[in-house]
T-cell receptor
């Protein structure tokens, strides 16, 4: 049973629109992450958070921004969507560092299509 | 450069057959290796996680092995079922920084035919 929820599951939106992808977890995890995944390709880390009011950029440059006002909530925002933003966005959380032997849970993802 | 390479890229097997997926990595210093199953359009779901000292770990019909000396891992699936059709992703983490880092393979796309 998923304890990390992403909405919407699918989104088709026009170029230039502002969008927010939602991610919430009920496990009380401090660490949360956003990944971008294109078909047949590996996941790329675009943002992460150590805890409330902490956000960092990941390995892959992204025009998106994130916020962490509450432990359970880690939304991702695109101010002006472009076709190059079309991808699957996966949110994850963990009860420890990525490199640790900790539980690491992914949401079901949001498939974004910008037309 | 830390990398995770998986083979084969795709695999088709008949229901009931066994298969083995391979993962080679160059990540150092090594922390742990995870295998995930990702159904189409869904997020990855953890199958196993192994640390340096573990050689094998099972989860039902899934058995993962790890050879930390040769930096190789395999995922063996026995008595395959149609529901095993998915992408299987090998993920290696390091201890090289405070954050630690996850390195993802591109996955092996497994299709099980009836």
């Amino acid at each position: 049973e998923a304890d990390i929820y992403q909405t919407p599951r699918y989104l088709v939106i026009g170029t230039g629109k502002k969008i927010t992808l939602e991610c919430s977890q009920t496990m009380g995890h401090d660490k949360m992450y956003w990944y971008q995944q294109d078909p047949g390709m590996e996941l790329h880390l675009i943002h992460y958070s150590y805890g409330v009011n902490s956000t960092e950029k990941g390995d892959l440059s992204s025009e998106s921004t994130v916020s962490r006002i509450r432990t359970e909530h880690f939304p991702l925002t695109l101010e002006s969507a472009r076709p190059s933003h079309t991808s699957q966005y996966l949110c994850a959380s963990s009860d420890g560092w990525q490199g640790g032997d900790y539980g690491y849970t992914f949401g079901s993802g949001t498939r974004l299509t910008v037309v | 450069k830390n990398q995770v390479e998986q083979s084969p890229q795709s695999l088709i097997i008949l229901e009931g057959k066994n298969c083995t997926l391979q993962c080679n990595y160059t990540v150092s210093p090594f922390s742990n290796l995870r295998w995930y199953k990702q159904d189409t359009g869904r997020g990855p779901v953890s199958l196993t996680i192994m640390t340096f000292s573990e050689n094998t770990k099972s989860n039902g019909r899934y058995t993962a092995t790890l050879d930390a000396d040769t930096k190789q891992s395999s995922l063996h699936i026995t008595a395959s079922q149609l529901s095993d059709s998915a992408s299987y992703i090998c993920v290696v983490s390091d201890r090289g920084s405070t954050l630690g880092r996850l390195y993802f393979g591109r996955g092996t796309q497994l299709t099980v035919w009836p």
